[in-house]
């Protein structure tokens, strides 16, 4: 295995499209054809960690926050993230982070935590918007079940829980043409109406090229008509966030009790007890407080994210439970999908999970 096609296996569920701008998700260090003897995954990368890999003979690591955020402008090892890419080059190591893309689908940080906190009926917090396009084209009745097709297995027509979804009419269309075509059907220099069908399709914006090249190869025109036509809709499969729910309501301090203890957690900072029971919650793995109003929007009993600075409790408003878990705390199971990604598709491959504690607070 390669470190690209390893690679892709976690872009299949979280594409590196899905990042936000501010961003560095990807590979980051070496080379994508070299060929991968064993994984590492972690959540930060450290010198310790890279120690660790050589020790453990992996040549890719796999992290949650990316080793390089901003731009490097020199390589002189003085600090931690110049020394980590010196000690990866010179040891042969590929370095990848998947981080907001993970952070933004339903199966990724955020639906690991809904997992272990046990929620049902989950939705993303503050979806995604304007991120959808809408394809609209022309084809010959009799070749338009080819052309969906083909879309569809390039990722247009997926709505929801619902994929190969499409809006069909039909019409007549008309054209001519001149002594440079090669027309599919029809005359040189003679109007020709011919049946077809208007195909309407939804896809994501980031795979527009992709479906627009299943379009044309699939076409059998010379020249489809087609438009893409931006869309005001939220994807409300992709964003920021879960919302869902307990099956069974739980005790405020029952709750906040039993997630210490599914996170390891020796403290949990949290706001002023409202007395009502919980039942609708919501997450955001890593630094979340600025979502908190979108937790408010949903009517969530409970918020639970990390890094809330003092005056952002206050926000609550006796309105909602705000629980702290603390950055690291939030996103430690994090790991864990990448080793299942990685074993559901190669179960024999060696992926091992770092050993290092690479959080940097600490508690007394």
């Known amino acids: 295995m390669t470190v690209k096609s390893i690679c892709e296996l976690i872009e299949e569920v979280a594409p590196l499209a899905l990042q936000e701008s501010y961003d560095n998700a990807g590979l980051l260090v070496g080379d994508s054809q070299m060929e991968v003897t064993s994984v590492l995954v972690c959540i930060d990368i450290t010198e310790e960690v890279l120690a660790e890999a050589i020790q453990k003979k992996c040549n890719l690591i796999i992290s949650h926050h990316p080793l390089i955020f901003s731009g490097l402008k020199r390589l002189v090892g003085h600090?931690?993230?110049q020394r980590c890419v010196i000690t990866a080059v010179k040891n042969d190591i590929a370095i990848y982070a998947a981080h907001t893309n993970l952070d933004n689908v339903l199966?990724?940080?955020?639906g690991k935590i809904a997992d272990k906190i046990g929620l049902v009926n989950r939705?993303?917090?503050q979806p995604k918007q304007e991120a959808l396009l809408k394809l609209v084209t022309y084809v010959p009745q009799l070749h338009s079940y080819a052309v969906r097709q083909a879309i569809f297995e390039a990722g247009a027509g997926q709505i929801g829980?619902?994929?190969a979804c499409s809006f069909n009419s039909e019409g007549i269309g008309t054209f001519r043409a001149n002594d440079e075509a090669q027309p599919?059907?029809?005359?040189?220099?003679?109007?020709?109406?011919?049946s077809e069908t208007r195909v309407e399709v939804v896809l994501p914006e980031y795979l527009k090229y992709k479906v627009l090249e299943a379009l044309l190869k699939a076409h059998p025109y010379e020249e489809p008509a087609y438009d893409f036509i931006p869309l005001k809709n939220v994807w409300n499969t992709v964003g920021t966030g879960i919302v869902g729910e307990l099956e069974i309501e739980?005790?405020?301090l029952d709750f906040l009790n039993r997630i210490k203890v599914l996170f390891n957690q020796p403290s949990i900072r949290y706001t002023k007890l409202l007395g009502k029971?919980?039942?609708?919650?919501?997450?955001?793995?890593?630094?979340?407080?600025?979502?908190l109003s979108d937790a408010l929007r949903v009517n969530a009993d409970v918020y639970i994210s990390g890094d809330f600075k003092y005056h952002e409790f206050f926000d609550a408003q006796n309105r909602i439970l705000i629980a702290d878990i603390g950055h690291f705390e939030s996103e430690q199971f994090t790991k864990d999908i990448f080793l299942e990604i990685i074993s559901k598709k190669m179960p024999t491959f060696a992926v091992q999970i770092s050993d290092i504690k690479t959080n940097p607070i600490n508690y007394l």
């Open 250 to 252: 739980e005790d405020e």
């Open 107 to 110: 199966e990724g940080v955020n």
């Open 79 to 81: 600090n931690d993230v």
């Open 161 to 163: 829980n619902y994929d």
């Open 277 to 291: 029971k919980i039942k609708r919650v919501a997450v955001c793995g890593g630094s979340g407080s600025s979502f």
């Open 184 to 194: 599919f059907v029809g005359e040189i220099n003679k109007m020709h109406s011919e």
């Open 123 to 125: 939705r993303i917090l």
